[in-house]
């Protein structure tokens, strides 16, 4: 069936009993077609309900509004499109953009529907907190302040999603910069359970080692970790620790 042919059904059919999913699909139709107006018609005859707000919230942006734009996507939550706009803001202001990411988390926490999705956030959070104590002055309180509170955001990804190793060394990453060694290694070693060939996890406790003085067993690990994946940003740590002799902190990416 031609695609006009098909809307002028839809068209029918909205003329003569309007439901929602002809509501949505000629709205959605319109903004293909760059008729913004046309598609605000059709959404504002939506009941409340997320498809509605994640339409507003595109007629918004074809307005180029983009405020009333993130505060429907926040409402529907269409976490993709609040993550494009945190990833703008962190750009400039990372603290900005974990206000953001804090927000869609609120959020999403009071669906109940979406358990992964707010672990993916709280990870996110937790790599713009790091993101935000590298811009603070090294070894002050406010930096400390913002890795602790990366600490405790990545813990919360791991608690909701416990079998992620992602997070699992995430949260090992914190506790070390932290210098919390002896958590960061329980943590590594966790992750190593949940994915024996996770050279993320092997490589970690390479760097635990060398951190304690133990080269040899660094040494060890990173060969394994190597083995697994060469291309791993803890092996490549790990590498450049025992090359140049000394630890590399930094922000976890």
């Given at each position: 069936?031609?695609?006009?042919?098909?809307?002028?059904?839809?068209?029918?059919?909205?003329?003569?009993?309007?439901?929602?999913?002809?509501?949505?699909?000629?709205?959605?139709?319109?903004?293909?077609?760059?008729?913004?107006?046309?598609?605000?018609?059709?959404?504002?005859?939506?009941?409340?309900?997320?498809?509605?707000?994640?339409?507003?919230?595109?007629?918004?942006?074809?307005?180029?509004?983009?405020?009333?734009?993130?505060?429907?996507?926040?409402?529907?939550?269409?976490?993709?499109?609040?993550?494009?706009?945190?990833?703008?803001?962190?750009?400039?202001?990372?603290?900005?953009?974990?206000?953001?990411?804090?927000?869609?988390?609120?959020?999403?926490?009071?669906?109940?529907?979406?358990?992964?999705?707010?672990?993916?956030?709280?990870?996110?959070?937790?790599?713009?907190?790091?993101?935000?104590?590298?811009?603070?002055?090294?070894?002050?309180?406010?930096?400390?302040?913002?890795?602790?509170?990366?600490?405790?955001?990545?813990?919360?990804?791991?608690?909701?999603s416990p079998l992620s190793e992602r997070y699992v060394i995430a949260a090992a990453n914190q506790e070390d910069l932290i210098g919390a060694r002896r958590r960061a290694e329980e943590l590594f070693l966790r992750a190593r359970e949940i994915d024996p060939e996770s050279a993320d996890a092997i490589a970690g406790l390479g760097v635990i080692a060398f951190e304690?003085?133990?080269?040899?067993?660094?040494?060890?690990?990173?060969?394994?970790?190597?083995?697994?994946?060469?291309?791993?940003?803890?092996?490549?740590?790990?590498?450049?620790?025992?090359?140049?002799?000394?630890?590399?902190?930094?922000?976890?990416?």
């Amino acid at each position: 069936m031609p695609s006009r042919l098909g809307w002028a059904v839809y068209d029918l059919l909205d003329r003569v009993a309007p439901a929602p999913y002809v509501e949505a699909t000629l709205a959605e139709a319109a903004l293909d077609e760059g008729d913004a107006a046309r598609a605000l018609v059709h959404a504002l005859r939506l009941p409340a309900s997320p498809t509605r707000d994640e339409i507003l919230g595109r007629i918004a942006l074809a307005r180029h509004e983009q405020q009333l734009a993130l505060e429907y996507f926040l409402a529907a939550p269409d976490a993709n499109a609040v993550q494009s706009a945190v990833l703008a803001r962190a750009a400039q202001n990372p603290a900005e953009g974990y206000a953001l990411e804090r927000l869609l988390e609120a959020r999403l926490a009071l669906s109940a529907t979406h358990p992964d999705a707010v672990a993916e956030t709280y990870w996110h959070m937790g790599i713009l907190a790091n993101q935000e104590a590298w811009r603070q002055v090294s070894g002050s309180a406010t930096q400390l302040a913002w890795l602790r509170r990366g600490l405790g955001d990545f813990e919360s990804a791991v608690r909701i999603s416990p079998l992620s190793e992602r997070y699992v060394i995430a949260a090992a990453n914190q506790e070390d910069l932290i210098g919390a060694r002896r958590r960061a290694e329980e943590l590594f070693l966790r992750a190593r359970e949940i994915d024996p060939e996770s050279a993320d996890a092997i490589a970690g406790l390479g760097v635990i080692a060398f951190e304690r003085g133990d080269r040899a067993k660094a040494q060890l690990y990173l060969q394994q970790g190597r083995a697994v994946d060469p291309r791993s940003l803890m092996v490549r740590a790990l590498e450049h620790d025992l090359q140049t002799g000394r630890v590399t902190k930094g922000p976890i990416q």
